[in-house]
């Protein structure tokens, strides 16, 4: 983002405007952290503010300050629609391609409003008027507090905005373990505490609140992993008939697909999640070092995401999905050996 667009943007924030923020589908810590903590942020500025997400996210993330004011937009669409077409502005972020919005492409394409995209994932597409988009960021909260700071309203971060921002950089840099965890992450995640954000407090809420039923999931998901040591690769499968016997809620499979990485001399891990209802086999990928699971899953499997964390899907059948992906990995044998 060039300091004309932010020169830009400062005028067009000078007075209140009608804004959407929205997330990409099925919102993880990051989208959800990114978008209450940049509407806690507007709506200081008295900024008629709302975000709205596509779809539900997961019990873990509701406890975030703001929560109860999000649209969903699968139960509430009319509502919704209309205050996409009011906007002024739409901010859309942790997301790079409207597609990654689900049935929210349509409305979000139609709108007149200006569009600023703030988004660290890479392959960006051109539909924004502004764009902040870097891949060697931590995640979108990380790039949200640049943001603020380069408005020059960072004295302005407070409590709330603070908790949001940390708990998405928390948990889409992995508890600060992933190679994007700069030295500038920790300034920003330590300048976070100091305005307000409680850091054991946000880890227990996100981390230590599992239920019986996910620990189950758990060790099925775990019976299920095998591992394919000629390509250092690991995987896990879940069928839906497993999920529903565990009364799988959305979140429940989040890191899983870690274990399989944490395995001695395993760079690729991936989990295949049967989704009945709508006719896909959900996929996450993960990797260590420079096999970039980004560009596996964007040839493969109709996604993308990172070098080292992405997703994908497959309209095939759970056991056709695998047996593709195994056929495919003698093609990678080199890359993942090296």
């Excluded at 508890?175 to 030295?183: H, M």
């Amino acid at each position: 983002m060039t300091e004309h667009d932010i020169t830009e943007i400062k005028a067009l924030l000078s007075t209140p405007k009608h804004i959407v923020i929205v997330p990409h589908k099925n919102p993880d810590g990051d989208a959800m952290g990114s978008t209450l903590g940049l509407l806690h942020y507007l709506t200081k500025y008295n900024h008629k503010a709302t975000v709205i997400v596509p779809n539900d996210y997961p019990d873990f993330l509701k406890w975030l300050p703001g929560d109860d004011q999000v649209i969903i937009y699968e139960s509430d669409r009319m509502n919704a629609e209309s205050l996409i077409a009011q906007a002024d502005i739409i901010f859309t972020l942790d997301f790079n391609a409207l597609h990654r919005s689900g049935n929210m492409e349509t409305p979000l394409e139609d709108s007149k409003a200006i569009k600023i995209m703030i988004d660290h994932h890479q392959q960006p597409d051109g539909y924004a008027k502004y764009k902040f988009s870097d891949v060697a960021m931590s995640s979108t909260c990380e790039m949200i507090y640049h943001f603020i700071n380069m408005l020059d309203d960072a004295a302005d971060i407070e409590h709330h905005i603070a908790t949001c921002l940390y708990a998405g950089i928390l948990t889409d840099t992995g508890s600060f373990r992933f190679p994007s965890s700069t030295s500038t992450t920790h300034i920003v995640a330590a300048e976070l505490i100091d305005k307000g954000a409680d850091h054991s407090e946000i880890y227990n809420a996100i981390y230590d609140t599992n239920s019986f039923e996910r620990l189950q999931l758990l060790g099925v998901a775990l019976k299920n992993l095998k591992i394919l040591p000629e390509y250092r690769t690991a995987y896990i499968t879940l069928t839906q008939e497993e999920l529903n016997a565990a009364n799988f809620k959305k979140g429940d499979t989040e890191g899983f697909v870690n274990y399989g990485l944490s395995i001695k001399n395993i760079i690729f891990a991936i989990i295949f999640i049967e989704h009945k209802q709508e006719g896909i086999i959900k996929i996450s990928l993960r990797s260590k070092g420079d096999f970039s699971v980004n560009e596996f899953s964007r040839e493969n499997f109709g996604g993308g995401g990172h070098t080292n964390a992405a997703g994908g899907k497959s309209d095939l059948s759970l056991n056709e999905t695998v047996e593709k992906f195994i056929s495919i990995l003698p093609s990678y044998k080199h890359t993942l050996n090296l």
